[in-house]
């Protein structure tokens, strides 16, 4: 049921493409050729990657016209659209993985948007900055104000990011919606994997983000 | 209205009726045996395509684009105009080392059905009767118009599309084309257009038709057997259609209210304002190139587009099963096919789970847009037609020139 879709050539891949751990990361858990949805595409970057690397029938949805127009012109799938609103015109497992990459913090129904996700597909990854890291504590704890970060460079009043969690919030809302975790993966601020003997609390304090892959 | 010297009129309409039984194109010949089934129930035949041609088609016949023309559009894409002298209608799209290369693929635009360039219409002579048919031509549909089209492609032995694009009716073919013919379209790129038409739209239709109707020189359909013409009614149509092409910040751009070639207003009915003036000629300059009755049954056949009522009511069934990959196009100014209405083609072919891309762009020149210089247009049909080919494993053209 696989098609296999190769949407650039891999010599289209940007030299600073392939230097995104977290993307590398995401790539990694996708099978090759498989049919995928990113939602929250951008300029299409991990669309680019996943078709050089692993021959995917890639699609993606974007909130900015620019993004989406840039996209198209490259040859990529790409249609305008909310992941709050626009991802009920799906059919149930319409894709083998979804992607939310970075995007999960800025919806308005983060849950909905998770349930939406694992319907649509047959496992979904997501990835977020993780509000729990240290530095971000420390701020908060010492400084008196809402913390600013390498990855959450916005003040409070002009941010996008309207529903930041921790990694620990992150595996609540995995159990309420009844979403099983199949891999879990936290990045240090060096973008660096953080090992898996390292036990929860201090994948949720040195974790700057952290990425996903669910199934129902 | 003033109008052109009278042998000036009488030279082009000559030339114009010409080009509707022997026009400077290609065309295919239908015989009786071969007649057309269409939606109304009776049949056309014998009929004749149209169609011009650009580019060579390629030893497996995989690299066909086939462009659809609008409402007052016709085959000739990206030539000269037999009529009017002027540059083909997209010629900014189509050519060598253009956002549809010429270099690379073999680009078709047939006249529609029920047009007056060469293929069968209104304006053609009814084998049973050696007269025009004149309001004896049936009633067509857009459908119809993409039936003939695929009889075409049979005829000339080319099995299916690369790419199937075009903007309004154009569009409309486009939609037409990719759910009756799924298997034969490998990608499509609908433009400013909708699955069914609105009923603002329909009303702006039946304005123009009936200001052809109220023409004495239209003669009930019979104009070509009195040797005469409705040009007045037909002008006044255009002018009312052309502003719905356009938008207001088009107009106010290009021409607030100033004065036509006068200081003051005249209290009087000349063209005082330049858009008058601008209108008055776009109305006349129409009525050169176009038939009447042609415009009476095309625009009907707009009329009567309703891609979700001929599947039941449900748009996305008309997509299911689809493997084309569709690239939606729409425009910010355009009021007479809004962005809504791509985006519910968008939706039914989500629900599909179909391969589907859509580009809003931002413009101010209405609904003719598509037509304009629009570099963002370019990029994405560049973008699109260039990759549905690379997955078609089409070579790229050679050489190095651009």
């Not at chain 1, 050729?33 to 690397?53: Q, Y």
């Not at chain 1, 973008?191 to 990425?211: C, I």
């Not at chain 2, 007056?116 to 009767?129: D, F, H, K, L, V």
């Not at chain 2, 858009?275 to 008055?280: A, G, I």
């Amino acid at each position: 049921m696989v098609a296999v879709n190769v949407n650039v050539p891999p010599h289209a891949l940007r030299p600073a493409e392939t230097s995104r751990v977290d993307l590398l990361l995401i790539a990694d858990m996708v099978a090759p050729g498989a049919r995928v949805l990113d939602i929250g595409c951008g300029d299409g970057t991990l669309l680019r990657l996943l078709a050089a690397k692993r021959d995917v029938d890639g699609r993606g949805i974007e909130l900015s016209q620019a993004g989406v127009n840039s996209c198209v012109a490259q040859g990529l799938g790409v249609i305008q659209g909310d992941a709050d609103t626009d991802l009920a015109y799906y059919p149930d497992n319409a894709f083998d993985y979804v992607i939310l990459s970075q995007t999960l913090q800025a919806t308005y129904s983060p849950r909905q948007v998770v349930e939406q996700l694992l319907r649509i597909g047959h496992r979904a990854i997501v990835s977020f900055p993780n509000f729990g890291h240290w530095r971000v504590r420390t701020q908060l704890l010492f400084g008196g104000k809402m913390p600013r970060t390498d990855n959450l460079p916005d003040r409070w009043y002009d941010t996008p990011n309207i529903h930041l969690c921790t990694i620990k919030d992150f595996l609540g809302l995995c159990r309420d919606v009844g979403a099983k975790v199949e891999r879990a993966v936290a990045l240090n601020a060096y973008g660096s994997k953080l090992g898996v003997s390292m036990p929860l609390f201090m994948q949720n304090l040195f974790g700057e983000q952290a990425v996903f892959l669910l199934s129902r | 209205m003033s109008e052109a010297p009278t042998s000036q009129v009488l030279r082009d309409h000559s030339v114009r009726l010409d080009q509707i039984a022997n026009p400077q194109s290609e065309i295919v010949h239908f015989g009786a045996d071969e007649a057309l089934p269409l939606d109304c129930g009776e049949v056309l035949g014998p009929y004749s395509v149209a169609y011009q041609t650009y580019g060579t088609l390629n030893a497996d016949k995989s690299n066909l684009v086939l462009v659809c023309h609008a409402l007052t559009g016709d085959q000739h894409v990206a030539n000269i105009h037999p009529v009017t002298g002027k540059s083909g209608w997209w010629e900014t799209m189509v050519g060598p080392g253009k956002p549809i290369d010429t270099n690379r693929f073999f680009v078709m635009c047939p006249n529609v059905i029920g047009g007056c360039m060469g293929s069968t219409g209104p304006s053609s002579i009814n084998p049973a009767t050696g007269r025009p048919y004149g309001l004896d031509f049936p009633v067509i549909t857009v459908a119809d118009m993409v039936r003939a089209q695929a009889r075409l492609l049979d005829h000339l032995g080319i099995p299916d599309v690369l790419c199937v694009l075009g903007g309004s009716m154009g569009g409309m073919q486009v939609l037409e084309w990719a759910a009756t013919y799924k298997d034969r379209v490998f990608s499509a790129v609908p433009i400013a257009c909708a699955a069914r038409h609105s009923s603002q739209n329909i009303a702006f239709h039946e304005v123009g038709r009936q200001a052809v109707m109220a023409d004495s020189d239209w003669c009930q359909g019979r104009y070509l057997d009195e040797g005469k013409s409705p040009r007045k009614g037909l002008a006044v149509a255009r002018m009312a259609a052309h502003i719905t092409y356009l938008s207001d910040d088009a107009l106010h751009r290009k021409f607030g209210r100033n004065l036509q070639d006068r200081d003051k207003i005249t209290f009087g009915f000349d063209a005082d304002f330049q858009v008058e003036s601008y209108l008055r000629h776009q109305g006349l300059s129409f009525v050169d190139r176009f038939d009447a009755n042609s415009y009476l049954y095309i625009t009907r056949a707009m009329d009567y587009f309703d891609l979700a009522a001929d599947h039941g009511g449900v748009l996305a069934n008309a997509f299911q099963g689809t493997k084309t990959r569709f690239c939606l196009v729409s425009f910010t100014s355009d009021w007479l096919f809004p962005t809504e209405e791509s985006r519910e083609i968008v939706h039914a072919l989500n629900a599909v789970a179909a391969n589907v891309s859509f580009v809003e762009l931002e413009t101010d020149g209405g609904h003719d847009s598509f037509l304009l210089h629009e570099p963002e247009l370019f990029d994405t049909i560049r973008g699109f037609v260039n990759a549905a080919a690379r997955q078609r494993g089409i070579p790229e053209a050679e050489g190095w020139l651009p």
